[in-house]
């Protein structure tokens, strides 16, 4: 299922993380499962059921142009963030899911931990969640994200905006 590069954590035994390739079907259909899932219960959470994620195709999702990292266990996926690279020293980590049955087990941390520490590590990372999704915001503060702001793009929507910026002296940056 995931491709090369593979990452055993010390901190979750039996939990293998990976790049994941939307090519295959089996993942591509497992993402998109794991995705509605966990926007439902962010919908519930936020009361807005318009999530865009939540209402998009399996062929909309394969289109995104993103970067895919899962977690799994016993070969299956059960969490991922997506991201996609929007400047030379920044990503935009467009999606973080775990699927219902793994919530509150650090997964979604891990994921992140890996892909900023391991994946992009001296990149400054941009991120969004629902305003009232109280666990995600709790997860970037707990990360270092620092809140920009909260916008409203279309009205019962607010959206918690966060940045990680990392520190300066990267190279090629003058200080």
Do not use: K
Not at 53 to 62: A, K
Not at 112 to 137: I, Y
Not at 153 to 175: E, I, K
């Amino acid at each position: 299922m995931p491709t090369a590069d593979r990452y055993e954590s010390d901190r979750h035994p039996g939990i293998v993380m990976g790049e994941l390739s939307l090519t295959d079907e089996a993942t591509a259909g497992a993402v998109h499962r794991i995705g509605r899932r966990a926007y439902a219960v962010e919908a519930e959470l936020i009361r807005f059921d318009r999530i865009p994620p939540l209402r998009e195709s399996l062929e909309e999702m394969r289109a995104q142009p993103l970067r895919w990292l899962g977690a799994m266990a016993g070969g299956e996926i059960t969490a991922f963030v997506a991201w996609q690279d929007v400047a030379e020293d920044l990503i935009d980590i467009e999606r973080v899911c775990v699927d219902p049955e793994w919530f509150r087990r650090g997964l979604a941390s891990a994921l992140l931990q890996h892909l900023l520490a391991d994946l992009a590590p001296e990149h400054d990372a941009l991120v969004s969640t629902g305003a009232d999704n109280h666990p995600a915001v709790a997860l970037y503060e707990r990360l270092g994200f620092s809140r920009v702001d909260t916008i409203e793009p279309v009205p019962g929507l607010r959206l918690a905006r966060f940045r990680l910026a990392r520190p300066s002296g990267r190279p090629g940056q003058h200080c």
